[in-house]
């Protein structure tokens, strides 16, 4: 892995899908003119619904979104998370991240693995799979840094995926993601934290800003942990732009001092990635 620059693009996102792209462009333009990597947060172009997913949706091979959003990693010359949209496929709707190169090819898609289905009586009651249906890829990209793996919000608590994709050669991995009030102060920085510490990655989660007037209120506090589980940069509430150096030499740092892939016991188990 190179060192690079990343910027995760903290913004509020509304009813208005044209005015949500919109912005979008605006933080990529912005965040490009220092960064090599740009991510943008969960379900970007639409509220964090589940009954207006269908209304928003789009194919991906004529996504007004998608074509909007490649166009400005182009043109700013980045390679770019496009954080999440529902994505339309015949009669399925995913929650899919594109990733896209500097030049706005499309170079992988993440449909997100783990569907969030929670009930916290007195709190809060959502459920993704009454609309979306779950992917089936673990997702690695290659880029001119390095490899980059990229998940969705509820999958980094499963540590399986985090571990496959570093298994696969990611040195750094990138959440898209929208906790929420119950869920974000209790375990957005922990989970960020130890996910990135247990395979001593760079990992990096990006929120909506938080809206109190929305429906499902996102927790915002993007972040980006080092591979020694620290956080190093962490963005409050608000729209915002948060910038990171990646260094190449702090992974390798932390995996000589501390040689927990290498240690791993695989006479007695191992994980495996059924194709």
């Not at 571990?163 to 050669?169: A, E, H, K």
Request: glycine letters at 6%; a negative charge; charged letters at 25%.
């Amino acid at each position: 892995m190179n060192d690079f620059q990343i910027a995760l693009c903290q913004m509020k996102v509304g009813l208005d899908k044209t005015q949500n792209v919109k912005k979008a462009v605006k933080f990529i333009r912005k965040a490009g003119e220092k960064a090599d990597l740009v991510v943008l947060p969960e379900m970007f172009n639409c509220p964090y619904q589940t009954d207006q997913f269908p209304s928003y949706a789009e194919g991906a091979d004529e996504s007004p979104t998608l074509k909007a959003v490649s166009r400005a990693a182009r043109d700013t010359e980045v390679y770019l998370v496009a954080g999440s949209i529902p994505e339309r496929d015949q009669d399925h709707i995913y929650n899919t991240s594109f990733i896209y190169n500097p030049t706005g090819e499309l170079i992988g898609r993440h449909r997100k693995l783990h569907l969030f289905d929670i009930d916290v009586p007195g709190q809060i009651q959502f459920k993704e799979s009454e609309t979306l249906t779950p992917g089936d890829q673990v997702t690695v990209v290659d880029t001119d840094f390095g490899k980059l793996g990229v998940a969705i919000c509820y999958d980094i608590r499963f540590p399986e995926l985090a571990r496959l994709m570093t298994l696969q050669g990611a040195q750094l991995l990138v959440f898209p993601g929208a906790f929420n009030l119950t869920t974000g102060p209790a375990h957005w920085e922990i989970l960020s934290r130890t996910r990135a510490l247990d395979n001593q990655v760079y990992l990096a989660t990006c929120s909506p800003a938080r809206d109190e007037k929305a429906s499902y209120v996102a927790y915002g506090h993007s972040l980006v942990a080092d591979p020694w589980g620290e956080v190093i940069f962490q963005a409050g509430i608000g729209e915002e732009i948060l910038y990171a150096s990646i260094k190449a030499s702090r992974v390798d740092e932390i995996r000589q001092e501390l040689p927990l892939l290498k240690n791993r016991r695989r006479d007695l188990y191992t994980l495996d990635l059924k194709k």
